[in-house]
């Protein structure tokens, strides 16, 4: 069985960062095979893992549903199978991880029946894997949709704001009222001013904020230009020096969750 983590937050909070490396992470450290889902139809965790995707789950769904509703869906095979090998078609496969990417959600008056055809493949999909990892969109669509099983573990990123750290708490409480089960919530805060010894300082504020909140802080992402300039540059993230500091906090966040997930 899979262990799934889903990464959330608020657009542009950095959770394409955390998951391309946390990816990468697993891999180099031989958790894999994984499977990274793109479930963020604004961004591109494809480019920030160094591939690219030809077609998304949306695509597969809206072929699906031109199909139906012109009288032109006869698959030869059954409905649930036909979808399955399309997922798998649409499944990119790479060096220790596969990637699919969901695309754009349904809109209204969607083929709900075929939906939830896919979301059974993705499920079925996921169970041959070490770990999934979601990209998530701003909102919780994907999650509350349940695009995957139950999560093992949510990481909330947010900004190093009280308005973001509110946003995250809002976040954590909102999952309870999903059909989703979270075994785990943790915090991550990105981009974190550095201090003179180069380590990233959290202000008292938000660490008060934080211990007020009960939020559980798996760790903290200092700014790091590199990142801002490999993205700038449309470099794959994973890419990044082994000693870049961003890196190292990913590796260290998911390190001090020390055997949880
Ligand atoms: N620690 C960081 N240091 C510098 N820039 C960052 C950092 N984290 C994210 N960024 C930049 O912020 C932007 C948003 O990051 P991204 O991971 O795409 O966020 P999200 O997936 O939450 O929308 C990107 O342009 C990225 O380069
Ligand atoms: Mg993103």
Excluded: W
């Amino acid at each position: 069985m899979a262990t799934v983590i889903a990464v959330a937050g608020k657009g542009g909070t950095g959770k394409t960062l955390v998951s391309a490396l946390l990816i990468q992470y697993l891999i180099d450290g031989g958790r894999g095979p994984v499977l990274a889902i793109d479930a963020d139809p604004s961004t591109n965790l494809d480019l920030t893992l160094g591939t690219s995707v030809d077609e998304t789950v949306g695509d597969i769904r809206e072929e699906t549903s031109q199909q139906v509703s012109s009288g032109a869906f006869a698959p030869g095979i059954s409905k649930p199978d036909y979808l399955e090998l399309r997922v798998n078609q649409a499944l990119m496969e790479n060096d220790g991880y596969d990637l699919l990417a969901m695309g754009r959600p349904e809109g209204p008056g969607c083929y709900c029946a075929a939906n939830n055809m896919l979301r059974q493949s993705i499920d079925r999909l996921s169970k041959s894997y070490k770990y999934v990892v979601i990209d998530n969109e701003a909102g919780l669509e994907h999650l509350s949709r349940r695009t995957t099983e139950n999560v093992d573990l949510l990481l909330i990123v947010s900004d190093p704001t009280i308005r973001g750290l509110a946003t995250a708490e809002r976040v954590s409480q909102l999952i309870h009222e999903l059909k989703t089960q979270v075994g785990h919530i943790r915090l991550i805060v990105n981009r974190v001013p550095r201090g003179q010894d180069g380590e990233p300082v959290l202000l008292p504020h938000l660490e008060q904020f934080i211990e007020d909140k009960q939020l559980r802080l798996a760790g903290v992402i200092p700014m790091d230009p590199l990142v801002a300039q490999y993205d700038s540059e449309g470099r794959p993230l994973v890419q990044l020096p082994q000693d870049s500091p961003a890196r190292r906090a990913v590796e260290g966040a998911f390190d001090s969750l020390d055997g949880l997930v």
